[in-house]
């Protein structure tokens, strides 16, 4: 992933102290379960008596059933997932279609793992995810979201990561919410819909970082730039929307 700046240069002594073992304690930890039983989700809502079906739940601004919050959530658009102050991955919107490729993976099974069960040990994935705990558990430099862009290999897919610090009404931490998207088709239809298009900006040292990154020939030269402008060329084409369209929106 991409990472900003600030986050790059955190001091790796300190966030990966965070204990993705999970072994302390939550305000909400449900205690007296093993957090890698795949049956952790029906035990932990038997042990704690936990509301269901049609039983009402009063929020903040609303009145649901725990149908209605499911069912919502589940057709909420991107991937949701939230983990909570104790490293223990407490819940993600399952998707509606049981097939549905997700870009960041989850099963029913890994709800109540830890975050180092649920997060593979392979290139370095959980020192880069305790990074992103360990910065918004201590709102490092006040910063109390990451955006993490994937680089994809394709210009017309533009996965993103956005972390964002759950605090209590008190202000204290209490978890990560995470969601992931592809923002491409969000910007096309803007594009479309506004009567704007996309341009190559040369200046912009991010945007030429990703798409070096997304370019799985960038070590070519010269027949990569070719390829890259042309993908440029009909990112372009594709987001230059119908001219009456553009008109009526004015």
Avoid at 80 to 102: C, E, G, H, I, S
């Amino acid at each position: 992933m991409a990472e900003p700046k600030w986050l790059k240069d955190m001091n790796s002594d300190e966030y990966l102290k965070e204990n993705f073992d999970a072994t302390g304690k939550s305000r909400y930890t449900v205690e007296g379960l093993k957090k890698e039983d795949p049956d952790w989700l029906d035990k932990a809502a038997e042990k704690t008596h936990a509301a269901t079906g049609d039983d009402y739940v009063k929020l903040d601004s609303g009145l649901l059933t725990v149908n209605q919050i499911n069912w919502m959530l589940r057709n909420t658009i991107g991937e949701l997932t939230f983990v909570d102050d104790n490293n223990q991955f407490l819940w993600y919107n399952r998707p509606v279609d049981p097939n549905a490729k997700m870009k960041a993976k989850r099963v029913p099974a890994q709800v109540g793992n830890t975050m180092g069960e649920v997060h593979p040990d392979v290139r370095d994935v959980i020192p880069e995810a305790k990074k992103v705990v360990h910065a918004l558990r201590t709102k490092e430099g006040g910063h109390d979201a990451v955006y993490m862009p994937v680089p994809t290999g394709n210009l017309k897919q533009l996965v993103l990561h956005y972390y964002k610090r759950v605090e209590d009404d008190e202000g204290n931490y209490a978890g990560i919410y995470e969601w992931v998207q592809d923002l491409y088709p969000l910007v096309k239809y803007f594009c479309e819909t506004t009567g704007q298009k996309l341009v190559v900006d040369p200046d912009a040292t991010t945007g030429a970082t990703y798409k070096r990154n997304s370019d799985p020939d960038a070590q070519t030269g010269a027949s990569t730039k070719a390829e890259a402008a042309a993908a440029e060329e009909e990112v372009k084409k594709e987001t230059e929307p119908d001219t009456a369209t553009g008109a009526s929106q004015n």
